[in-house]
Every structure is written in structure tokens, then in C-alpha cells.
T-cell receptor, first 114, second 111 residues
Framework: KAGVTQTPRYLIKTRGQQVTLSCSPI?????VSWYQQTPGQGLQFLFE???????NKGNFPGRFSGRQFSNSRSEMNVSTLELGDSALYLC?????????????FGSGTQLSVL | TQLLEQSPQFLSIQEGENLTVYCNSS?????LQWYRQEPGEGPVLLVT?????EVKKLKRLTFQFGDARKDSSLHITAAQPGDTGLYLC???????????FGKGTTLSVSS
């Protein structure tokens, strides 16, 4: 069974640009969550999608957005990039919405904003 | 806002030593999960504890959930270099909202 796939693996952008990250969950998983990981703040929750609907949203500005498609694949978009957006962006999938569910993480997309 | 505090932040030990990592909160969680993350990879779930006072063992790793479900600990016996990594605890509150992660404990085991 294939794991969670995130693309691209690495990205380098400049301030002001926008970026789209992709996540393909494990087959059969309908929930996809996104986290931002930085050395100083650890893993911070961005949002969760279940059956194409945003179920939960973290405390991030509106520049961060996401969506989920009918095949459960998800994308997140960051517009008007800032230096502080440099981080590892992790996607996790689960069978059902978060709670006591086991999360399966991808390897992440390392975003560097110059 | 619910917070999970992990300690210590960094731990560097020799192979064969024992260690304990702590995860504390002032809030009650319906469950706590422990993950290990290796460089360049995403976190991998080690265990989920649900019942207050619960103890789970995974080979040389022992996980405990506090009686009041506000804290948890991870004890590693006879650490090995393969145990090196970032250990993260994550809590789920009773409303079933998003998992809250601690900032993690970076463990380095040298041979």
C-alpha cells in the first residue's frame, strides 16, 4: 500500500510569489491534514479536509488556503510569500477525521523563501 | 489554547543508557499519541494511549498516560543509535478537533 505522497520535495521561492503544494493520501483515506513545521514552533496545524470540506482551521493568515478534490487528493496554496513562511510543510492522511485517528504523514515539502 | 510542553528539549546519551521524555499539559486530553520523526521524513506514530493510567510497551519503549490524562511519558531502556530522532507527543481533546503537537524532544544516541 503506497504511503502519503507529497510533491514537490523541495521548493525555493522569493518573497511575494505564491506556491502550491500537493498531497496524495493513502488509498481509502478521506481526511487530509496539513501542518507547518519549523525549528522554533514545532508542528503547527494549518487545516484539515474531509470529504472535500474544510473541517478545521488553525491560526494562520488568509494567505494560507487549501482544498480537497473528490479523489481525496489535497493542495495547499500560500500567496504573497514571506521569509517566515520558510518551513517543512507536512501532509497527513487518516481514514476518518482527526481525533483518536492514527495519522500517516508524508515526507513533507521543504519550502525556502528567499 | 491547549499546549503540550515536552522536556527535555534535547537529550544526548550513550548507547545502553536509559532515558525518559515528558509531555505535560494543564488541559485534559481524550488521548495522547507519540510519534518519532527522523531527518528528512515525516513523523511516524509509535503508540496511542487513551485511558488514564494506561501503560503500553513497545519493545524497549514504555509509554504511560497520566491518571488525570494531562501528561504522558516515554521511557526508553538501553537506548540504541537507531533510537535517534525527534520524539513528538500529540494530544486530542474531547471535541475531536485537530491534534496538538508538542515541540518535541531531539534524542541523539551515540555508540
Amino acid at each position: 500500500k503506497a504511503g502519503v505522497t507529497q510533491t514537490p520535495r523541495y521548493l525555493i521561492k522569493t518573497r511575494g510569489q505564491q506556491v502550491t503544494l500537493s498531497c496524495s493520501p493513502i488509498s481509502g483515506h478521506r481526511s487530509v491534514s496539513w501542518y507547518q513545521q519549523t525549528p522554533g514552533q514545532g508542528l503547527q496545524f494549518l487545516f484539515e479536509y474531509f470529504s472535500e470540506t474544510q473541517r478545521n482551521k488553525g491560526n494562520f493568515p488568509g494567505r494560507f488556503s487549501g482544498r480537497q478534490f473528490s479523489n481525496s487528493r489535497s493542495e495547499m496554496n500560500v500567496s504573497t510569500l514571506e521569509l517566515g513562511d520558510s518551513a517543512l510543510y507536512l501532509c497527513a492522511s487518516s481514514l476518518a477525521p482527526q481525533g483518536n485517528e492514527k495519522l500517516f504523514f508524508g515526507s513533507g515539502t521543504q519550502l525556502s523563501v528567499l | 489554547t491547549q499546549l503540550l510542553e515536552q522536556s527535555p528539549q534535547f537529550l544526548s546519551i550513550q548507547e545502553g543508557e536509559n532515558l525518559t521524555v515528558y509531555c505535560n499539559s494543564s488541559s485534559v486530553f481524550s488521548s495522547l499519541q507519540w510519534y518519532r520523526q527522523e531527518p528528512g521524513e515525516g513523523p511516524v506514530l509509535l503508540v496511542t494511549v487513551v485511558t488514564g493510567g494506561e501503560v503500553k510497551k513497545l519493545k524497549r519503549l514504555t509509554f504511560q498516560f497520566g491518571d488525570a490524562r494531562k501528561d504522558s511519558s516515554l521511557h526508553i531502556t538501553a537506548a540504541q543509535p537507531g533510537d535517534t530522532g525527534l520524539y513528538l507527543c500529540a494530544g486530542s481533546n474531547q471535541a475531536g478537533t485537530a491534534l496538538i503537537f508538542g515541540k518535541g524532544t531531539t534524542l541523539s544516541v551515540s555508540s
